[in-house]
C-alpha cells in the first residue's frame, strides 16, 4: 500500500456497486445489457402502504442484474440500497451523504440478495480452490477483497469458520435453512455444514470489506 496515499480519505462505494460486486464476485451477475426494469429482493409488504399496486419480485435472472436495471418506485425506494446511502430520488440530490450505521451491517448480514450470494462464493470457493479449508477461505477473501489476507486476517478468519462450523454441525436444520435462502441451487454433494460455515465467513468479509472503504 502507498504510505502516502493512505492517509487521504477513505470513500465507500455506492450502494448500486456494493451489491454489484457482491453479485459479480459470487458469479451470480447477470451480464445481460438493456431490457426492462427488474425487481430483485425486497422485504415483504412493500408497496402496500403507498397504494394498490403489489410488489412481485422477479425470480431467477431479474434478482440477479446490475442494480442500473432496479425497478425504483419514487414513494417506496428499495429499502437496502437507501439503508446504504443511495438517493430517495424524489428531489435532486447533488451528493450523496455517506453514513456508518449497525442497519448498514445488517443488510449485508441479513438481506437475501446478500446470503444468497456469500453461499453461492462459498460453493465456489468449495469446488474451486484446493480441498484444504485455509485455502477455500483465502479464495474467498482474495475474490471479495482483490488482496492476499494478512497472516492476522487469515487466523480471524479461520477462528470465525471454525466456531461457525461447530455450531452448523450440532444444528443441521439451521445449515439446511441458510443454504434454501435464494434462487441459485446449492451445490450438490457438498458438506452442508461446511457450506453453511463459509457462507457465513464470506458474509463477515463483505461487512468487513464495506466498512474499511468508508
Same mark, same amino acid.
Given at each position: 500500500?502507498?504510505?502516502?496515499?493512505?492517509?487521504?480519505?477513505?470513500?465507500?462505494?455506492?450502494?448500486?456497486?456494493?451489491?454489484?460486486?457482491?453479485?459479480?464476485?459470487?458469479?451470480?451477475?447477470?451480464?445481460?445489457?438493456?431490457?426492462?426494469?427488474?425487481?430483485?429482493?425486497?422485504?415483504?409488504?412493500?408497496?402496500?402502504?403507498?397504494?394498490?399496486?403489489?410488489?412481485?419480485?422477479?425470480?431467477?435472472?431479474?434478482?440477479?442484474?446490475?442494480?442500473?436495471?432496479?425497478?425504483?418506485?419514487?414513494?417506496?425506494?428499495?429499502?437496502?440500497?437507501?439503508?446504504?446511502?443511495?438517493?430517495?430520488?424524489?428531489?435532486?440530490?447533488?451528493?450523496?451523504?455517506?453514513?456508518?450505521?449497525?442497519?448498514?451491517?445488517?443488510?449485508?448480514?441479513? !438481506? #437475501?440478495?446478500?446470503?444468497? *450470494?456469500?453461499?453461492?462464493? %462459498?460453493?465456489?470457493? $468449495?469446488?474451486?480452490? +484446493? /480441498?484444504? @479449508?485455509?485455502?477455500?477461505?483465502?479464495?474467498?477473501?482474495?475474490?471479495?477483497?482483490?488482496?492476499?489476507?494478512?497472516?492476522?486476517?487469515?487466523?480471524?478468519?479461520?477462528?470465525?469458520?471454525?466456531?461457525?462450523?461447530?455450531?452448523?454441525?450440532?444444528?443441521?436444520?439451521?445449515?439446511?435453512?441458510?443454504?434454501?435462502?435464494?434462487?441459485?441451487?446449492?451445490?450438490?454433494?457438498? !458438506? #452442508?455444514?461446511?457450506?453453511? *460455515?463459509?457462507?457465513?465467513? %464470506?458474509?463477515?468479509? $463483505?461487512?468487513?470489506? +464495506? /466498512?474499511? @472503504?468508508?
Amino acid at each position: 500500500m502507498n504510505k502516502l496515499l493512505a492517509r487521504g480519505p477513505h470513500g465507500r462505494l455506492p450502494a448500486e456497486m456494493i451489491r454489484d460486486g457482491a453479485l459479480f464476485a459470487s458469479q451470480l451477475l447477470v451480464e445481460k445489457r438493456g431490457g426492462p426494469p427488474v425487481k430483485p429482493y425486497q422485504p415483504a409488504g412493500l408497496w402496500k402502504e403507498k397504494g394498490t399496486a403489489t410488489f412481485q419480485r422477479d425470480v431467477g435472472e431479474g434478482s440477479h442484474r446490475r442494480s442500473l436495471y432496479t425497478y425504483w418506485k419514487r414513494t417506496s425506494p428499495p429499502p437496502a440500497m437507501l439503508t446504504l446511502d443511495a438517493a430517495k430520488r424524489d428531489i435532486c440530490a447533488v451528493k450523496r451523504q455517506a453514513t456508518a450505521t449497525p442497519l448498514q451491517a445488517l443488510v449485508l448480514l441479513n !438481506d #437475501p440478495q446478500y446470503v444468497e *450470494a456469500a453461499r453461492a462464493l %462459498a460453493g465456489h470457493a $468449495m469446488t474451486q480452490a +484446493e /480441498a484444504s @479449508t485455509g485455502e477455500q477461505l483465502a479464495f474467498m477473501f482474495r475474490t471479495l477483497t482483490s488482496r492476499v489476507a494478512s497472516e492476522q486476517e487469515s487466523r480471524l478468519l479461520q477462528a470465525a469458520y471454525d466456531e461457525q462450523y461447530d455450531y452448523f454441525l450440532a444444528q443441521p436444520e439451521s445449515a439446511q435453512q441458510l443454504l434454501a435462502i435464494g434462487d441459485a441451487p446449492a451445490e450438490e454433494n457438498l !458438506d #452442508p455444514a461446511k457450506l453453511a *460455515a463459509l457462507s457465513m465467513v %464470506a458474509e463477515t468479509v $463483505m461487512n468487513f470489506e +464495506e /466498512a474499511v @472503504t468508508k
